[in-house]
Each structure stands twice: as C-alpha cells, then as structure tokens.
C-alpha cells in the first residue's frame, strides 16, 4: 500500500482510466489496487454514477469498495445539474482520499458535471493528492479533450470521432474505452492525428492504467492498453480529407502493452514488465529501464 498523504506539498493523486467491464467479483485486482492507494483500510472514498441511469450503480460500488476494506463509502446522487450545488456534496468530496465514476453515457456525465462546483472540486482534490478513478465513460471524460462518440471501425476515416470537453485532468492523452472489444482503434487514431501533441490511450476491458503523479502508468488487468503516439508524424491527410474518406498517416508509432508494462508520458518511452519495480513510483524515483 502507498497512500499518498494529503498536504500542501502533496503530489498531485494518480489518474485511473479503466476500459469498462472491469472484473467485480472474482479478484477485482483493479478496484483493490485502487482501495490501497486510497489509504486501503483508512480509505474514504467517493463513487459519483451520474453516468449511469440505473438506480443501482452507486451502491453496487458501494458494496465492492467496502468490501475490499476501505473504512468510508458513499455516493452522489447527482442526476442534474442543481444537485452539483449541494454543499454536502462538496464537503464530501473535501473528505475524500478516493473518488470514482462510473461507466455509462459520458456526454449525460460532461453535460452534467461540466462547469460546476462538482468538477471544479474533483480537479483541485486530484491536484491535492486525491486519486481519481473511473471506468468507461468515467475514463473518458478525464481527459481535457474527450472522445464523445464514434464509429467502430479499424482504418481511420475522417469523421469517425466526435470529440467534446471532458475534466480535464490531465492534458496529455485522449483515451478510448472498450477498446479491442470494441474495434476502437481507427476511431482513436483518427482523434489523435486531429492534435499530434495528444497521447492516445485505447484501454481494454477489465484494464487499467494508474497514472501517477510524474506522469508514468502501469497496466493493471487482463487486457491491454494501446498507446498510440503521433508526435512523430511526417504526414496527415485530416486537413483535406472528404467526410468518410480514409486517411494516410505517416509515423505514427503504436505500443501494446499488457500487465506490468509502464509508459513514460513525457519522455514517451514504454517499458516492459519490471518484477523488481515497486508500485506507486514517487515523483523523483526512476522508472527501471532494464
């Protein structure tokens, strides 16, 4: 376990996308390894299923996080955009170490959450050292810029991604959920070749990858995430490219990467499983690279 403590020196807390359809019941490896990084047994976290429109998704979360031990489990409520101003709320989410979307419909959750006291809280508490997960449409809406919908397709076509605002906790990636299961990938390169400067992120079911604070993932789960990173383009045909016309994308480079391996967001380098790297890197460690 390496909660990270929350002080004015705090760095800033990891960053979860999950791929959706996550594992709930046998080892729930993801939701535990979320569990300690919250404080495992001192843990009070926070589940916000705004994306969802079932009535049971919050406590479903409910039960799965207390009964891998955290201490507090509560979730918000929130079905519109007046109940973002309801201070208890807010005062929740102060006390928080852990805070968790759900899955569902993301643009019900960005046209709720958007510009609120809601968002506002969830991005400073992440910044204090609080780790925000959130699995399908609660991954994707982490990003600054967010994939809002699509078409499934292999190959890359202009017009195959819709992209909207999402939280923006992060500026460096755009990220795809479902991904494989899915055939998200022509959707995802398609969003990267819009700005090569973004990451793309397209995570697998019962996956995820654990941002931390210096910017370095870890995969955690039975699929696998895809990085595609597109800052090394020498071509790109999105400009001029007809609604539905196949695009030509020259350098791109693609990574896939299974349990254990970990990518370098900043310097853009990925590394295979390490058995003697320790989780939860801190800011100032190193990353193995043998």
């Not at 101003?85 to 419909?105: H, K, Q, S, V």
């Not at 809280?121 to 204090?128: G, Q």
Request: glycine share 12%; proline share 5%; aromatic share 6%.
């Amino acid at each position: 376990m390496c909660p990270a403590p929350l002080s004015a020196n705090a760095p800033r807390g990891f960053i979860i996308p999950i791929g959706g359809g996550e594992d709930r019941v046998k080892e729930r490896h993801i939701h535990r390894r979320f569990v300690e990084l919250s404080g495992g047994t001192g843990a009070d976290i926070v589940v916000i299923p705004t994306a969802s429109e079932l009535e049971s998704t919050g406590q479903d979360y409910n039960r799965i996080f207390r009964d891998l031990g955290a201490a507090e489990v509560d979730f918000l409520p929130i079905t519109r955009r007046a109940d973002c101003d309801n201070p208890r709320y807010l005062e929740m989410l102060d006390r928080a170490t852990g805070i968790f979307l759900t899955g569902g419909n993301q643009l019900r959750l960005s046209t709720i959450l958007g510009g609120t006291g809601i968002a506002q809280r969830i991005r400073r508490r992440n910044a204090a050292g609080v780790h925000v997960a959130g699995t399908s449409a609660g991954a994707s809406i982490m990003s600054e810029h967010m994939i809002a919908g699509g078409d499934s397709n292999s190959s890359p076509v202009e017009g195959a991604v819709s992209l909207a605002p999402g939280l923006g906790l992060t500026n460096a990636v755009i990220i795809d959920q479902h991904f494989t299961q899915r055939n998200r990938l022509g959707r995802l390169l398609s969003a990267s070749s819009y700005n090569p400067f973004l990451i793309g992120l397209g995570i697998d079911e019962d996956t995820a990858a654990f941002i931390g604070p210096d910017g370095v993932f870890e995969v955690v789960g039975s699929g696998t995430v895809t990085v595609v990173d597109a800052s090394e383009l020498t071509h790109s045909s999105m400009w001029e490219a007809r609604p539905g016309q196949a695009l030509t994308l020259l350098g791109l480079k693609v990574h896939v990467m299974g349990e254990g391996c970990r990518y370098d967001l900043n310097g853009r380098h990925a590394f295979a499983p390490d058995v003697h790297a320790a989780f939860c890197t801190l800011p100032n460690e190193k990353v193995s690279t043998h």
